[in-house]
């Protein structure tokens, strides 16, 4: 290879920042896809689950196709000269052209994030786009987008450092000068093959270790968004699995005097404390459980209620039957009756308990309504926001639910408070109808 002309070099200069450009652009479509909660499942489960790889191959080799058709088409027989934007060539490319891209950028990118099965799927798609695309390379370029894309893929599954920047660097750098050899070796006339990689290899280079590092960029902060979700839901589940003291004790208190005159009823709420606190236990492992799980699991707490104060209390229940799939974060009614009957009861008479639902559509409504002492005008406007003292507890019950929804919906959700002293409270839940556990 002939050292190059200072032809070429004003080439690399005028066409490097160009094909940067027009890569920054799919970048920047990348980052805000990943903001999209379908596809940061995808990209998470990558690594576990055979659809979310076939979804990253798409996305990755459908985005190199872009990369291909926003090249810069070059006419190898004329010193290189650029000629037009693909778009403009329906039929193809002629015979001595080739396209100066960064599809190779994105193959990698898919290699090196979502192992050998992505980056040979998104190499495939667009490797095989690139072969019917014609010119004299156009079957080595395919075929060397397709090994670029399992070799990026095999060297994050065998070198442990490839996150690094330094490894992404050093994939690139080594995967890139592989993929110009093996387009020379497998395209004829070599002498020209051998221009087009002088036109191309800086260029390329420079795109593939800037966009390969944006790229890792991207994919980092959803890596660190992902591990801090993971560390909240996991305090979560460790204050879920908190079983309030005073509650165990109490209960324990209202069953050893019922020893006295029911000892086999009695011995009922033994074992039924035992579950309950076995499947709270269970529960707790869990991010999400179902609708109708939850309402056991709350209609088993208001037994030990009504154990504790026989007659304090009155509960009713209507849920739509459509709702009882569907996914919710554990605890959620079970706290709004926590804090319904803490601070609701004192008023003179029964106090009515009652947990509603409503289909939405794509969301559902599920409340809990009180007709208890209510709540204070200044208080009222810090539930939910902040952890509120109480006389009557700590207050953190409403702020935990309100964090464990903002992590399990991504802010989708919401609670709305009405009360009104003497009159009573109203909590509704407005939550995204889900029917998969997360």
């Known amino acids: 290879m002939n050292t190059p002309s200072i032809e070429i070099f004003f080439h690399w200069l005028a066409n490097t920042p160009e094909l940067l450009q027009r890569a920054c652009v799919v970048i920047v479509v990348t980052y805000m896809a990943i903001r999209q909660p379908w596809f940061k499942q995808a990209m998470r489960g990558v690594n576990q689950f055979w659809r979310h790889r076939l979804v990253a191959a798409v996305y990755f080799g459908a985005l190199a196709i872009v990369g291909t058709h926003n090249g810069i088409v070059l006419d190898i027989s004329r010193n290189g000269a650029v000629i037009e934007y693909l778009s403009r060539q329906p039929a193809g490319l002629q015979q001595m052209q080739a396209i100066l891209s960064f599809r190779d950028m994105l193959v990698l990118s898919a290699g090196l994030f979502g192992g050998p099965w992505t980056g040979l799927g998104a190499g495939l798609i667009a490797g095989g786009e690139r072969w019917l695309l014609g010119g004299f390379v156009g079957f080595a370029s395919g075929i060397s987008t397709v090994l670029l894309g399992l070799g990026a893929g ?21 995967g890139t000068v592989v993929q110009k050899y093996l387009i020379v070796s497998l395209s004829d006339p070599h002498v020209l093959a051998i221009a087009t990689i002088r036109e191309t290899i800086i260029p390329e280079i420079t795109v593939n270790c800037l966009g390969c590092l944006l790229f890792h960029s991207v994919m980092q902060d959803m890596e660190r968004d992902r591990l801090k979700t993971q560390a909240q839901q996991a305090e979560l589940r460790a204050l879920h699995a908190q079983i309030e003291p005073h509650f165990i004790n109490n209960t324990l208190n209202s069953i050893k005097a019922l020893i006295r005159r029911d000892p086999e009823q009695a011995s009922d709420y033994v074992v039924k404390l035992a579950r309950f606190l076995d499947d709270t236990r269970q529960i707790a492992r869990a991010n999400s459980i179902s609708l109708s799980q939850e309402l056991a699991q709350l209609e088993n707490y208001l037994d030990f209620q009504h154990l504790r104060f026989p007659g304090a209390f009155h509960f009713e229940q209507d849920i739509p039957s459509s709702l009882l799939d569907c996914q919710i974060p554990p605890r959620s009614l079970l706290t709004l009756a926590e804090n319904a009957l803490l601070h609701g009861r004192g008023h003179s008479g029964i106090l009515t308990l009652r947990v509603a639902g409503a289909d939405l559509g794509k969301q559902m409504a599920l409340s809990i309504e009180d007709d208890g002492r209510g709540i204070a005008p200044n208080r009222l406007e810090l539930l939910g926001k902040q952890p509120v ?23 989708a959700a919401t609670i709305d408070i009405t009360s009104q002293e003497k009159m009573g409270t109203e909590i509704t839940l407005i939550l995204p109808k889900r029917s998969q556990p997360w």
Do not use: C, M
């Not at 095999?154 to 080594?174: D, E």
């Not at 003292?389 to 935990?400: K, M, T, V």
């Not at 964090?403 to 919906?409: C, D, G, M």
């Open 389 to 411: 003292n109480s006389e009557r507890g700590s207050g953190n019950g409403l702020f935990q639910l309100q964090e464990t929804l903002k992590i399990a919906y991504d802010g």
């Open 154 to 174: 095999l060297a994050k599954q065998v070198w442990p450092h490839i996150n690094s920047r330094q490894g992404t660097l050093a994939t690139v750098l080594v």
